[in-house]
């Protein structure tokens, strides 16, 4: 991803956190940060497994067994954007709190 395009996402994400009444910059700034930090984990997350398969070492997905569900990859394509706001509030939240 290049920097514009970066700060295009970033750019369109303020105005809908804006039209839905959220005009605190650091507030939607700090949810903006915790989506590309939930996103990131599971690349990281990812690579780590992918080079553990690759020296022969083992390793353990943090996202293992009923903890699939937490992968960015699979909440963040619900269609349905209320299901989706409360999952990551009620259960996505908390797992990366504990």
């Known amino acids: 991803m290049t920097k514009p395009e970066l700060l295009n ?8 956190f804006y039209g839905a009444g959220v005009a605190n910059p650091i507030t939607y700034i700090e ?4 989506l590309f930090f939930l996103k ?3 690349e990281w997350d990812d690579g780590a497994n992918q080079a553990a398969r690759i020296s022969g070492n083992k390793t ?12 960015w990859s699979f909440w963040s ?22």
Do not use: C, H, W
């Not at 949810?31 to 915790?34: A, G």
């Not at 989706?84 to 504990?98: A, L, Q, T």
């Open 9 to 16: 996402i970033v750019d369109t994400l303020a105005n809908k």
């Open 31 to 34: 949810q903006i940060s915790l």
């Open 40 to 42: 990131m984990l599971e």
């Open 60 to 71: 353990e997905s943090i996202f293992i067994g009923d903890k699939e569900k937490f992968r």
């Open 77 to 98: 394509v619900n269609p349905n954007n209320e299901q989706m706001f409360k999952f990551v509030r009620d259960e996505v939240i908390p797992f990366m709190v504990y």
